[in-house]
């Protein structure tokens, strides 16, 4: 599966089978982790792996009844806590970029796991503290976000997206028609040579 292939195929995956997850597939997906970029290649993200009943039903702890991904995280084999060392990024622009730096490496997650056959759902409604405490996560380490890791037990189709025009602007702010803003025929112009 190539890259474009797993973004288009991705989905928030809710259900998961009982079918227990190679730990070698858990390693790829990690390793697709590590390689993600980050502030200054400070590498500020943390992983922890969890697939004990006791692990994660501390992790739950932290999760409300009122959170629909609560079942998938007691459903999954695996689930996995991304966090990050904000001492180990940087801060620019009024910008946490250890934020930037995790939320690139879980994104690495989800696809690898997709190209994987595996299944991911990014969880970031929870009570930080009481995942930090029931896992003992460090005191200056951020919990940027959850995801369950398993095989799929649904085959969900994809949420509305907002059309590229909506939300792409070319050369200036605003405009929204890459031909009007001279960028498609540029790029024509490139490609042919003429």
Not at 64 to 88: E, H, M, R, W
Request: aromatic share 8%; proline share 6%.
């Amino acid at each position: 599966m190539d890259v474009i292939e797993a973004i288009n195929g991705r989905r928030s995956i809710r259900k998961y089978k009982d079918t227990p997850v190679e730990w070698e597939k858990v390693g790829q997906v990690l390793d697709a982790a590590r390689l993600a970029p980050s502030w200054k290649n400070m590498q500020c993200w943390r992983f922890l792996v969890l697939n004990s009943t006791e692990r994660k039903k501390a992790l739950l702890d932290g999760f409300s009844d009122d959170n629909p991904g609560k079942k998938a995280l007691a459903q999954a084999p695996v689930v996995i806590v991304v966090c990050a060392d904000p001492a180990q990024s940087g801060f620019e622009n009024g910008i946490e970029y250890y934020v930037a730096d995790a939320a690139i490496a879980f994104e690495h997650i989800c696809l690898a796991a997709h190209g994987l056959g595996l299944g991911t759902c990014w969880m970031g409604w929870y009570d930080e503290p009481a995942i930090k405490a029931g896992l003992a996560i460090p005191a200056g380490i951020r919990v940027i976000g959850v995801t369950p890791l398993g095989y799929p037990d649904q085959d969900p189709k994809q949420r509305p997206r907002k059309d590229l025009n909506e939300i792409a602007y070319y050369n200036d702010w605003g405009v929204t028609d890459a031909e009007k803003a001279g960028i498609a025929t540029e790029n024509r112009q490139a490609a042919t040579g003429t």
